[in-house]
């Protein structure tokens, strides 16, 4: 199942990268993407060894590409002892397994690599529970592809080997018995969260959201003085983690939640599994949107981040965006006039945003919708 990240022992895969450039998207846009799956593969644990970019007016409904660069790239692998090939975008499973018989190696796409690294990272309980169900939401249409262990993987009923059309059924059968299953173990799961934040206190919820590696976890840590290190890893954070911080020196406490960090294509499945958890998002009193500035295409991560942040229903007025990593800027460096600026890293600007998170909860506070807990209070909590 894991054709990008290899058993532990085993020496790391070397992955070749395909794009494709679509009318409309600019060269650099496709660049900038395949940089973006680079990462992903270097975090599931694979080595880079090539890349190729097609232009096309639409892609292939057999192969993606055009027959003739398969072909192309088919050389290259042999040349570059490439072991996987990754697709920046979504293929079917047809094309997945056409593209698998020309090649003679994994072929696996944009969404099945951050798949991996979900399943490498999740570590609760209810992490588990939604990376698998994510899995099988993303392989079930994709059944067309040898997937006679399956049933066998899952604890199932079918036999080894058979491709067959009985096989394929009993797969799908299987995948399916076991998705109702995980849907209701995470309704179950997603019961207790929310008897559990009935239950918690009143104390207002700052939920902090954006851009993998944008720095939430380094701020989350900040404001709650927390010691746990940040990693310089996608994804290193996919359970929302909760604890209390003070704005300011009155201590007027609130409750910070850590989340899980969003990234472009990210798998619709992913995100729906992942609902419960980012709950604590669109339940917050107020998002802190972070977004790392020092990153050379910041502005799309940022339209991405708002993008999710808006499907998920929350409101912009709800969104205090913070630009962070500022140390890494030249003082030089223009921005925009009334932005907050943080540095995560050193701590510069965090009064500032303190109470500019405390302004922002005051004001919601006296709009219909937030159902606030106390003001600053000289309560001496947190
Ligand atoms: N220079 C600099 N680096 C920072 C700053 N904030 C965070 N980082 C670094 O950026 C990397 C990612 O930080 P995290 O806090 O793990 O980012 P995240 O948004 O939680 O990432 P995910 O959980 O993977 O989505 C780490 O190497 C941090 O040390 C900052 O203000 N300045
Ligand atoms: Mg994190």
Redesign the pocket.
């Known amino acids: 199942m894991n054709a990008v990240a290899p058993a532990s022992r085993q020496p790391r895969r070397r992955a070749f990268l395909v794009g494709v450039a679509l009318p409309g998207q600019p060269a650099w846009s496709v660049e900038e993407h395949l940089e973006e799956l680079a990462s992903l593969a270097d975090t599931a644990g694979a080595e880079v060894v090539g890349r190729a970019v097609q232009a096309r007016k639409a892609p292939d409904p057999k192969l993606y590409i055009g027959a003739g660069k398969v072909g192309e790239i088919a050389a290259r692998l042999a040349e570059l002892r490439a072991d996987v090939v990754l697709f920046d975008d979504d293929l079917t499973g047809s094309q997945a397994k056409n593209l698998e018989e020309v090649l003679k190696v994994p072929v696996v796409d944009r969404s099945g690599v951050i798949l991996e690294i979900f399943e490498r990272r999740a570590r609760s309980r209810e992490a588990r529970t939604q990376v698998e169900l994510a899995r099988l939401s993303y392989e079930l249409p994709r059944l067309t592809r040898k997937w006679g262990h399956l049933s066998r993987q899952v604890g199932g009923i079918g036999v080894r080997g058979g491709e067959g059309e009985t096989q394929l059924e009993a797969d799908r059968r299987v995948l399916t018995r076991r998705i109702a299953r995980l849907r209701r173990d995470l309704q179950q799961i997603d019961r207790m969260r929310r008897n559990q934040r009935r239950g918690r206190s009143e104390l207002p919820v700052v939920a902090l959201a954006?851009y993998?590696?944008?720095?939430?976890?380094?701020?989350f840590n900040r404001l709650t003085r927390d010691g746990t290190l940040?990693?310089?890893?996608?994804?290193?954070?996919l359970d929302a983690r909760l604890r209390r911080g003070a704005l300011d020196a009155e201590r007027w406490p609130v409750l910070f939640a850590?989340t899980?960090?969003f990234i472009r294509k990210l798998p619709h499945d992913l995100v729906a599994s992942f609902r419960s958890t980012l709950d604590e998002v669109v339940e917050a009193d107020l998002v802190v949107h972070?977004v790392d500035r020092?990153h050379p295409r910041w502005e799309e991560q940022k339209r991405v981040a708002e993008e999710v942040l808006a499907s998920l229903g929350v409101e912009p007025e709800r969104v205090l965006v913070v630009f962070?990593?500022v140390?890494?800027l030249d003082a030089t460096e223009a921005f925009e006039p009334g932005a907050l600026r943080?540095?995560?890293?050193?701590g510069a600007g965090l009064d500032e945003l303190r109470q500019a998170i405390g302004g922002h909860l005051a004001r919601l506070r006296a709009a219909p919708r937030a159902p606030l807990g106390p003001l600053p209070a000289t309560s001496g909590i947190a």
């Not at 993998?212 to 701020?219: E, V």
């Not at 943080?342 to 050193?346: C, E, M, P, V």
Request: aromatic share 4%; proline share 0%.
């Open positions: 954006g993998t590696n944008a720095g939430k976890s380094t701020l940040a990693e310089d890893r996608l994804f290193a954070t850590d899980v960090g972070v020092s962070n990593k140390d890494r943080i540095s995560a890293a050193t």
